[in-house]
């Protein structure tokens, strides 16, 4: 099984709005990822957890804050966004283990809307 | 520093005919090459792998690709298109200082003419 789960899938929310995705993995895969991809563009890298840990944020702004509560859970709170922030967000898992072969498996995204 | 270039943003074929998607990548060290492909309002899905050994690497749909170190090239084929191969397509490379970040070209999109 090489699924990856995401909800909601569609979100349409206000600027003063908190919100969260849910990511959701059964592969026993340690690291995992979110991804931003604007239309027509490829993704661009947000987080990525190891281990449960925080091991990289690419300059993403605070209004963005990631959760990873266990291995096979990741989740993205959301709190005053700004419509530039519209935009297909996907999760994604790998091994993550050194000898592993790195390739990431995504889930279908969650299409956000921001009014 | 790892980078992907993938030539042609839209690539029309014939139902078909052969599917030829253009990727160059630099790399200072062997490389680990994917390739994806996203259907319209899905996520990504993995086409194909290389890691090491065989530079000729099959994967889902009838597509393959070759690993060509002299070119520093991965090229994505497949014989014969067909309509459900309608798709973006994404080239993508391991950056060598962290496991955990892939590099992405700037995707193909696969159009297929009747």
């Known amino acids: 099984d090489t699924e990856v789960t995401q909800t909601p899938k569609h979100l349409v929310m206000g600027m003063t709005n908190k919100k969260s995705l849910k990511c959701e993995q059964h592969m026993g895969h340690r690291a995992m990822y979110w991804y931003k991809q604007k239309a027509k563009k490829p993704p661009e890298l947000m987080f990525v957890y190891s281990y449960e840990k925080l091991s990289i944020n690419e300059s993403v702004p605070s209004r963005f804050s990631p959760e990873c509560p266990n291995s096979s859970l990741l989740n993205l709170h959301l709190h005053a966004l700004q419509p530039e922030d519209s935009a297909l967000y996907l999760c994604?898992?790998?091994?993550?283990?050194?000898?592993?072969?790195?390739?990431?498996?995504f889930g279908p995204g969650t299409r956000l809307t921001v009014t | 520093a790892q980078s992907v270039t993938q030539l042609g943003s839209h690539v029309s074929v014939s139902e078909g005919a052969l599917v030829l998607l253009r990727c160059n990548y630099s790399s200072s060290v062997p490389p680990y090459l994917f390739w994806y492909v996203q259907y319209p309002n899905q996520g990504l899905q993995l086409l194909l792998k290389?890691?090491?050994?065989?530079?000729l690497v099959k994967g889902i749909n009838g597509f393959e690709a070759e690993f060509k170190k002299s070119e520093t090239s991965f090229h994505l084929t497949k014989p014969s298109a067909h309509m459900s191969d309608a798709a973006e397509y994404f080239c993508a490379v391991i950056k060598s200082s962290s496991a955990s970040k892939i590099i992405f070209g700037s995707g193909t999109r696969l159009s297929i003419r009747p």
């Open positions: 290389y890691t090491t050994g065989a530079t």
């Open positions: 994604a898992s790998s091994q993550g283990r050194t000898g592993s072969t790195y390739e990431q498996y």
